[in-house]
């Protein structure tokens, strides 16, 4: 009867945890960032790679911990079962010195965990160094728009859905929301932190590998709130540079006549009311749409509707002919657009480059 | 506990002594006032959350909105400090109506519960008065952070003024149906209790709210 | 019991005589049993509701992509699922056998105020069935049990949704503080002669301080969900950032509410895994003092780590140590706790009945959501597991493998002293069995979920980030749960008529609720028993009593943990229990109709407002929220002036 107890309840969970170790262990190699694209366990960024260690670090003590107790358990079940016949047992009250010890190693443990914590929480919210590229976010329901200032700070750049960073150039995001709660998360890069309206805040990381990451909205925020996706894009050498600057040029002239006719229905039709895009200076806008995302450069992003869909002209299509049906609760409506229009909208949005 | 206190329960089996030798009802009501206490802190911690947060006009005391407009100050600190006056008059009424029910004062009874009763109507009466004035003064509960928390703290306080006024009157009826003996003096205690605590809450938001600048 | 005295009265007072049987009986009743009965067997409902939700959630994330509910109705069942669970199933689980068994417990005939307890049954019952309604009709809450705002405001929210989730907690929270004042008093007040603090039954004491946090955490949260009933309905700007609102200050009343109602949750199974672990180790329960003590803290220091639930709002880094010390600081009362159970168990001679399985089931279980709880207080690194799968797997293993294996543990404990019939251990032991694997493969593969980047609260996700079969795996789990559970629902109505007579004491148990017949008469105790000692059962005086057993279970009583039939001795009640309080002369307060009324009147103050704004068009039931007032005002009148109480 014991050892059936024993047998079945525990199994469940002592190769899981054996699994959970094998699988951490195993689990920083490219192989694993494969299968795994938004794993927290391939850091790249010197904040992430902080958040890791922590991480490691008390998992091992926590996981210590766990078989200590476990294996007392399983112990005391075989050793101390009712037998028929057993003596009456011995009828202890407790134990001072035993539960003095029982206080004073847990609080040790803690305080081994307590320190680098503490250490961590300074470290990971220091001020931004100065030559940091600063980056402003805001949260909208539900897609990202990312603010730089460029020529100076006499111009903005205003894009979405896709941030761009340097490898090696410390950045911060200024983060605040539009509408209601978000959560700004790339796990590669580092920890979340909400984005919160009437407030700023902010995360620093230096990214250190090149690359494109994935992350999303981390604070419920309504109907489509698991399709708040964003990309971000670390550029090694000048790439990001040449980003920003090509990003700063106004929206390209259109060259042949269907594009041209997209471009009408974009800035004369229902899409002005909500989106902009840029077209002389960087100051001065040809639409006053803010509500969505900016199109100035529309064409370049990998992906639309926040990070749900590659960036192409099937998908493109899908969205425009209905977008609440691809994100549920979308402020974008279905604009009734004949297939013809969709045709010259696509076609246009995609020479935005 | 031991057998003579046993032969008391035999002797009043409804009410059998309690462990504490605190009436049981007035434990409960102690508790309640615990509880009633977080109810007032969170309201009163809202309030000084947004103490100095409004976007517009008009404030408490004259001063700068947020969005950095002047605004007008809206209390008129005398008048209140009076009806507190009045609030703290009727604590002394209850402590007096009490007294009487202990001591079979029929006549003293009535006379201090409606008095005391007629002393909260009097502060529900300023506290319209100054409703009324801000409502026209163009503060609602819709106008900004102050309009909202202070409406809500002090509408809260008065609710409760007006439930014990219903209940010091409730008594003081029954006193003048000659059913409030010093046998249910329990029962004007615990009024009593309910009447101080409200009163009490008032000297904290009368301080926090008027007074601190 | 050496001696007892009689505090039974020579002759009864003119009291109504007892309707016993039929429905008006229990609508009626103000016996602390039947109450506890009656939020035995709503919470077991709601505890089925609040599964079906659970499946709605797992089977629409078996599979990416999947389209089985809409994302509207997902969030209407996450959200529902949570309070389902918390405020009408488990807290009122918790709160049947703070009913039935604290006033046996302690040696008191009923509650310090029997018609309070009967109305907090009757507001827990219809604010029950308000959330309920909102979920049938999908109307339920959308935005999380959290609410955190602004999405709770009016223009993000225009549906009656938020409404059913202010108005219908506004409903349970209050029943909640009706009831903690009233146990606060009878476990203060109503104990029997002799039975100092410290010699209070350890459960008990675990009642006694999660009421104390009840009657003040819910009082925060009252102020709170008023604030923000006043935003949606009156206009306020509380909640609202356009103008001025603080979003944040919405989450630190909710955390000061949320954080202790973690331990509202948890301290009272402490309790029950206290008295489980020493009756089926035959040895009394390992340092009790310290044992009281460790919760007093804990419960004390549940007051000053909420912000722990905040560690990504950007309160600053002094904020973040201070409240990432405070957690860790609450592990180690916690590790005193797990390490006294242990200790209690060292040198037994443990018994597995299915209610001592669960309570070691417990025990590993809640180390685990220990562990990865103190993994959250790493601010830092919590970061990266706020939000995401991780803390989904963290709290269900508090909330599953703690406050629901606990309560398993208390239901086969405690259920023949309610039914005077033992529950099925062969059908117990595949419960436990089912239970264990279902949970941890339900729950298990969460944690992965959450390092390997989904956030929780989501309604899909695509098939290329590597969670698929981890999210099958854990929807497979959660139709195991299913499946088990209906195996303990079939247990308890097959067991409560059929299961074999337990007599007084199946279980050898030392407290006092084990002294009398089972199910108890209505009087609980024909005298009021005086105590000596902890364990009045247990004790050398208690041994002179003939039936009482010592520290031991007669060897037959072993016979039920194979599933045989024969079961201890079989006792049935005597004749003397069958007689009523009545021929013996005892006093009880007669039954009483104004506390369903009563609660049906804060129904109506209530509900009537949930139809201000329904379908855009104004339906403004003003009148039903006046006659609900009157209706209150009448009610307690009546209920002052009612005589025999």
Same mark, same amino acid.
């Given at each position: 009867?014991?050892?059936?107890?024993?047998?079945?309840?525990?199994?469940?969970?002592?190769?899981?945890?054996?699994?959970?170790?094998?699988?951490?262990?195993?689990?920083?190699?490219?192989?694993?960032?494969?299968?795994?694209?938004?794993?927290?366990?391939?850091?790249?960024?010197?904040?992430?790679?902080?958040?890791?260690?922590?991480?490691?670090?008390?998992?091992?003590?926590?996981?210590?911990?766990?078989?200590?107790?476990?294996?007392?358990?399983?112990?005391?079940?075989?050793?101390?079962?009712?037998?028929?016949?057993?003596?009456?047992?011995?009828?202890?009250?407790?134990?001072?010195?035993?539960?003095?010890?029982?206080?004073?190693?847990?609080?040790?443990?803690?305080?081994?965990?307590?320190?680098?914590?503490?250490?961590?929480?300074?470290?990971?919210?220091?001020?931004?160094?100065?030559?940091?590229?600063?980056?402003?976010?805001?949260?909208?329901?539900?897609?990202?728009?990312?603010?730089?200032?460029?020529?100076?700070?006499?111009?903005?750049?205003?894009?979405?859905?896709?941030?761009?960073?340097?490898?090696?150039?410390?950045?911060?995001?200024?983060?605040?929301?539009?509408?209601?709660?978000?959560?700004?998360?790339?796990?590669?890069?580092?920890?979340?932190?909400?984005?919160?309206?009437?407030?700023?805040?902010?995360?620093?990381?230096?990214?250190?590998?090149?690359?494109?990451?994935?992350?999303?909205?981390?604070?419920?925020?309504?109907?489509?709130?698991?399709?708040?996706?964003?990309?971000?894009?670390?550029?090694?050498?000048?790439?990001?540079?040449?980003?920003?600057?090509?990003?700063?040029?106004?929206?390209?002239?259109?060259?042949?006549?269907?594009?041209?006719?997209?471009?009408?229905?974009?800035?004369?039709?229902?899409?002005?009311?909500?989106?902009?895009?840029?077209?002389?200076?960087?100051?001065?806008?040809?639409?006053?749409?803010?509500?969505?995302?900016?199109?100035?450069?529309?064409?370049?992003?990998?992906?639309?509707?926040?990070?749900?869909?590659?960036?192409?002209?099937?998908?493109?299509?899908?969205?425009?002919?209905?977008?609440?049906?691809?994100?549920?609760?979308?402020?974008?409506?279905?604009?009734?657009?004949?297939?013809?229009?969709?045709?010259?909208?696509?076609?246009?949005?995609?020479?935005?480059? | 506990?031991?057998?003579?206190?046993?032969?008391?329960?035999?002797?009043?089996?409804?009410?059998?002594?309690?462990?504490?030798?605190?009436?049981?009802?007035?434990?409960?009501?102690?508790?309640?006032?615990?509880?009633?206490?977080?109810?007032?802190?969170?309201?009163?911690?809202?309030?000084?959350?947004?103490?100095?947060?409004?976007?517009?006009?008009? /404030?408490?005391?004259?001063?700068?909105?947020?969005?950095?407009?002047?605004?007008?100050?809206?209390?008129?600190?005398?008048?209140?400090?009076?009806?507190?006056?009045?609030? /703290?008059?009727?604590?002394?009424?209850?402590?007096?109506?009490?007294?009487?029910?202990?001591?079979?004062?029929?006549?003293?009874?009535?006379?201090?519960?409606?008095?005391?009763?007629?002393?909260?109507?009097?502060?529900?009466?300023?506290?319209?008065?100054?409703?009324?004035?801000?409502?026209?003064?163009?503060?609602?509960?819709?106008?900004? /952070?102050?309009?909202?928390?202070?409406?809500?703290?002090?509408?809260?306080?008065?609710?409760?003024?007006?439930?014990?006024?219903?209940? /010091?009157?409730?008594?003081?009826?029954?006193?003048?149906?000659?059913?409030?003996?010093?046998?249910?003096?329990?029962?004007?205690?615990?009024?009593?209790?309910?009447?101080?605590?409200?009163?009490?809450?008032?000297?904290?938001?009368?301080?926090?709210?008027?007074?601190?600048? | 019991?050496?001696?007892?005295?009689?505090?039974?009265?020579?002759?009864?007072?003119?009291?109504?005589?007892?309707?016993?049987?039929?429905?008006?009986?229990?609508?009626?009743?103000?016996?602390?049993?039947?109450?506890?009965?009656?939020?035995?067997?709503?919470?077991?409902?709601?505890?089925?509701?609040?599964?079906?939700?659970?499946?709605?959630?797992?089977?629409?994330?078996?599979?990416?992509?999947?389209?089985?509910?809409?994302?509207?109705?997902?969030?209407?069942?996450?959200?529902?699922?949570?309070?389902?669970?918390?405020?009408?199933?488990?807290?009122?689980?918790?709160?049947?056998?703070?009913?039935?068994?604290?006033?046996?417990?302690?040696?008191?005939?009923?509650?310090?105020?029997?018609?309070?307890?009967?109305?907090?049954?009757? #507001?827990?019952?219809?604010?029950?069935?308000?959330?309920?309604?909102?979920?049938?009709?999908? $109307?339920?809450?959308?935005?999380?049990?959290?609410?955190?705002?602004?999405?709770?405001?009016?223009?993000?929210?225009?549906?009656?949704?938020?409404?059913?989730?202010?108005?219908?907690?506004?409903?349970?929270?209050?029943?909640?503080?009706?009831?903690?004042?009233?146990?606060?008093?009878?476990?203060?007040?109503?104990?029997?002669?002799?039975?100092?603090?410290?010699?209070?039954?350890?459960?008990?004491?675990?009642?006694?301080?999660?009421?104390?946090?009840?009657?003040?955490?819910?009082?925060?949260?009252?102020?709170?969900?008023?604030?923000?009933?006043?935003?949606?309905?009156?206009?306020?700007?509380?909640?609202?950032?356009?103008?001025?609102?603080?979003?944040?200050?919405?989450?630190?009343?909710?955390?000061?509410?949320?954080?202790?109602?973690?331990?509202?949750?948890?301290?009272?199974?402490?309790?029950?895994?206290?008295?489980?672990?020493?009756?089926?180790?035959?040895?009394?329960?390992?340092?009790?003092?310290? $044992?009281?003590?460790?919760?007093?803290?804990?419960?004390?220091?549940?007051?000053?780590?909420?912000?722990?639930?905040?560690?990504?709002?950007?309160?600053?880094?002094?904020?973040?140590?201070?409240?990432?010390?405070?957690?860790?600081?609450?592990?180690?009362?916690?590790?005193?706790?797990?390490?006294?159970?242990?200790?209690? $168990?060292?040198?037994?001679?443990?018994?597995?009945?299915?209610?001592?399985?669960?309570?070691?089931?417990?025990?590993?279980?809640?180390?685990?959501?220990?562990?990865?709880?103190?993994?959250?207080?790493?601010?830092?690194?919590?970061?990266?597991?706020?939000?995401?799968?991780?803390?989904?797997?963290?709290?269900?293993?508090?909330?599953?493998?703690?406050?629901?294996?606990?309560?398993?543990?208390?239901?086969?404990?405690?259920?023949?002293?309610?039914?005077?019939?033992?529950?099925?251990?062969?059908?117990?032991?595949?419960?436990?069995?089912?239970?264990?694997?279902?949970?941890?493969?339900?729950?298990?593969?969460?944690?992965?979920?959450?390092?390997?980047?989904?956030?929780?609260?989501?309604?899909?996700?695509?098939?290329?980030?590597?969670?698929?079969?981890?999210?099958? $795996?854990?929807?497979?789990?959660?139709?195991?749960?299913?499946?088990?559970?209906?195996?303990? #629902?079939?247990?308890?109505?097959?067991?409560?008529?059929?299961?074999?007579?337990?007599?007084?004491?199946?279980?050898?148990?030392?407290?006092?609720?084990?002294?009398?017949?089972?199910?108890?008469?209505?009087?609980?105790?024909?005298?009021?028993?005086?105590?000596?000692?902890?364990?009045?059962?247990?004790?050398?005086?208690?041994?002179?009593?003939?039936?009482?057993?010592?520290?031991?279970?007669?060897?037959?009583?072993?016979?039920?943990?194979?599933?045989?039939?024969? #079961?201890?001795?079989?006792?049935?009640?005597?004749?003397?229990?069958?007689?009523?309080?009545?021929?013996?002369?005892?006093?009880?307060?007669?039954?009483?109709?104004?506390?369903?009324?009563?609660?049906?009147?804060?129904?109506?103050?209530?509900?009537?407002?949930?139809?201000?704004?329904?379908?855009?068009?104004?339906?403004?039931?003003?009148?039903?929220?006046?006659?609900?007032?009157?209706?209150?005002?009448?009610?307690?009148?009546?209920?002052?002036?009612?005589?025999?109480?």
């Amino acid at each position: 009867m014991k050892s059936r107890a024993k047998s079945s309840g525990y199994s469940p969970w002592k190769p899981a945890f054996g699994l959970a170790l094998l699988t951490l262990l195993a689990g920083c190699g490219e192989d694993h960032l494969q299968t795994y694209p938004q794993t927290t366990f391939a850091p790249a960024s010197d904040f992430a790679r902080e958040l890791d260690w922590l991480f490691k670090y008390t998992l091992v003590l926590g996981v210590l911990v766990g078989l200590f107790v476990f294996g007392l358990l399983g112990y005391i079940m075989w050793r101390f079962r009712y037998q028929p016949g057993n003596p009456e047992p011995e009828q202890v009250h407790g134990n001072a010195r035993l539960e003095l010890l029982w206080t004073f190693i847990p609080a040790l443990i803690l305080a081994a965990i307590a320190v680098p914590t503490v250490r961590s929480i300074f470290n990971t919210q220091r001020e931004a160094p100065a030559n940091a590229l600063i980056v402003e976010v805001r949260g909208y329901q539900w897609w990202w728009e990312f603010r730089y200032a460029v020529n100076g700070g006499r111009d903005t750049v205003v894009t979405a859905n896709e941030v761009h960073v340097a490898v090696g150039t410390p950045v911060q995001l200024r983060m605040t929301s539009g509408d209601v709660l978000h959560s700004f998360w790339v796990p590669q890069m580092g920890g979340k932190r909400d984005v919160i309206p009437n407030k700023v805040n902010t995360i620093n990381f230096t990214p250190e590998e090149p690359g494109v990451y994935l992350g999303q909205c981390a604070e419920f925020c309504g109907d489509s709130h698991a399709l708040m996706k964003m990309r971000l894009v670390a550029h090694e050498g000048d790439g990001f540079q040449r980003w920003l600057q090509n990003e700063s040029e106004p929206a390209p002239a259109p060259r042949d006549s269907a594009v041209m006719l997209g471009k009408q229905l974009v800035t004369k039709g229902a899409c002005a009311g909500c989106h902009t895009l840029r077209y002389g200076a960087a100051k001065d806008s040809a639409t006053l749409g803010r509500t969505g995302p900016n199109l100035t450069h529309f064409g370049r992003r990998r992906t639309l509707a926040a990070g749900i869909l590659e960036n192409n002209a099937e998908n493109l299509s899908k969205w425009l002919k209905n977008p609440p049906e691809v994100k549920p609760g979308a402020l974008m409506p279905n604009l009734n657009l004949k297939d013809e229009e969709i045709r010259y909208i696509v076609a246009y949005l995609q020479t935005l480059q | 506990m031991s057998i003579v206190n046993a032969a008391d329960h035999a002797a009043n089996p409804a009410h059998l002594d309690t462990s504490t030798g605190l009436d049981n009802r007035k434990m409960a009501f102690w508790t309640f006032i615990g509880s009633e206490c977080l109810l007032f802190g969170s309201l009163i911690a809202t309030y000084l959350a947004y103490k100095g947060r409004s976007l517009v006009g008009p /404030l408490p005391h004259a001063g700068r909105t947020l969005t950095g407009q002047q605004a007008e100050g809206i209390l008129d600190i005398p008048l209140t400090s009076l009806s507190t006056f009045v609030l /703290l008059m009727s604590s002394l009424g209850m402590v007096l109506a009490l007294a009487a029910v202990q001591r079979a004062d029929r006549k003293g009874a009535i006379t201090w519960l409606f008095a005391t009763a007629g002393l909260g109507l009097v502060f529900l009466g300023f506290q319209a008065y100054e409703f009324n004035h801000f409502y026209h003064a163009g503060l609602t509960l819709q106008t900004n /952070l102050f309009g909202s928390t202070f409406f809500l703290l002090t509408g809260f306080h008065g609710a409760h003024v007006l439930v014990g006024v219903i209940y /010091l009157g409730t008594l003081g009826m029954l006193a003048v149906k000659n059913q409030l003996g010093p046998e249910r003096s329990m029962s004007v205690e615990i009024a009593g209790l309910y009447w101080h605590f409200v009163d009490v809450i008032w000297i904290v938001i009368f301080a926090l709210v008027y007074l601190i600048k | 019991m050496a001696s007892t005295a009689t505090v039974a009265a020579p002759h009864a007072p003119a009291a109504a005589p007892h309707t016993e049987t039929g429905v008006w009986s229990w609508i009626t009743t103000v016996d602390h049993k039947r109450i506890g009965i009656l939020y035995f067997f709503s919470s077991i409902f709601y505890f089925l509701v609040g599964g079906i939700e659970a499946l709605f959630i797992r089977t629409q994330l078996i599979v990416p992509e999947n389209n089985f509910i809409s994302a509207d109705l997902y969030n209407q069942m996450f959200t529902q699922h949570a309070l389902t669970m918390i405020f009408l199933a488990l807290m009122p689980l918790t709160a049947a056998f703070f009913n039935y068994i604290v006033p046996l417990q302690i040696g008191a005939r009923d509650v310090a105020f029997p018609r309070l307890n009967a109305l907090s049954y009757w #507001v827990y019952f219809f604010g029950g069935l308000m959330l309920l309604f909102a979920a049938v009709t999908k $109307m339920a809450p959308n935005v999380g049990w959290f609410a955190y705002a602004p999405i709770t405001e009016r223009q993000y929210n225009p549906g009656p949704n938020v409404d059913f989730y202010v108005l219908g907690l506004q409903i349970v929270g209050l029943s909640s503080i009706l009831a903690g004042i009233n146990f606060i008093v009878t476990i203060l007040n109503m104990r029997a002669p002799g039975m100092r603090l410290m010699r209070m039954p350890i459960f008990t004491w675990m009642v006694l301080i999660t009421q104390v946090l009840i009657v003040t955490a819910m009082a925060v949260f009252t102020i709170a969900i008023t604030q923000l009933m006043f935003d949606r309905m009156f206009g306020t700007t509380f909640f609202d950032p356009a103008r001025g609102g603080d979003p944040l200050v919405w989450q630190h009343l909710f955390w000061m509410f949320g954080h202790p109602e973690v331990y509202i949750l948890i301290i009272p199974i402490f309790g029950m895994i206290s008295e489980v672990i020493p009756t089926f180790s035959r040895k009394p329960l390992f340092g009790y003092n310290v $044992m009281v003590f460790a919760s007093v803290l804990i419960g004390w220091l549940g007051w000053g780590v909420w912000s722990h639930h905040m560690f990504a709002v950007g309160l600053g880094p002094i904020a973040d140590a201070f409240f990432a010390l405070s957690t860790m600081l609450i592990a180690i009362p916690t590790g005193i706790k797990i390490f006294n159970w242990i200790g209690t $168990m060292w040198g037994g001679s443990i018994r597995f009945t299915t209610s001592m399985l669960f309570a070691v089931a417990f025990i590993a279980m809640f180390t685990l959501g220990g562990i990865s709880g103190v993994m959250h207080s790493v601010a830092p690194s919590d970061l990266q597991q706020t939000d995401t799968y991780f803390v989904v797997a963290h709290i269900h293993y508090v909330f599953f493998g703690g406050t629901v294996l606990g309560l398993f543990a208390g239901i086969y404990f405690w259920f023949p002293k309610l039914f005077g019939r033992l529950m099925d251990e062969k059908l117990g032991k595949i419960h436990w069995v089912g239970t264990m694997v279902g949970m941890n493969l339900a729950f298990f593969p969460m944690h992965y979920l959450g390092m390997y980047g989904q956030p929780r609260r989501t309604f899909t996700y695509p098939g290329d980030l590597g969670w698929n079969w981890m999210n099958l $795996m854990s929807t497979l789990g959660a139709y195991l749960l299913a499946l088990v559970t209906g195996v303990f #629902v079939w247990n308890v109505i097959r067991s409560a008529r059929k299961g074999a007579i337990a007599g007084d004491n199946p279980w050898g148990a030392a407290t006092l609720e084990w002294s009398i017949p089972s199910p108890p008469p209505v009087y609980n105790f024909r005298e009021i028993p005086i105590v000596h000692s902890r364990m009045p059962l247990w004790e050398e005086d208690a041994s002179k009593e003939p039936g009482i057993p010592h520290g031991k279970v007669a060897e037959d009583v072993n016979a039920i943990t194979v599933g045989g039939t024969q #079961v201890g001795e079989m006792e049935y009640p005597d004749a003397e229990s069958k007689m009523s309080a009545h021929d013996l002369g005892i006093h009880l307060p007669p039954p009483s109709y104004w506390p369903i009324i009563l609660a049906f009147g804060i129904l109506l103050v209530f509900g009537s407002l949930i139809f201000r704004n329904l379908d855009g068009a104004l339906h403004n039931l003003w009148y039903l929220s006046v006659a609900g007032v009157l209706l209150v005002a009448v009610s307690i009148f009546k209920w002052a002036f009612e005589p025999g109480h």
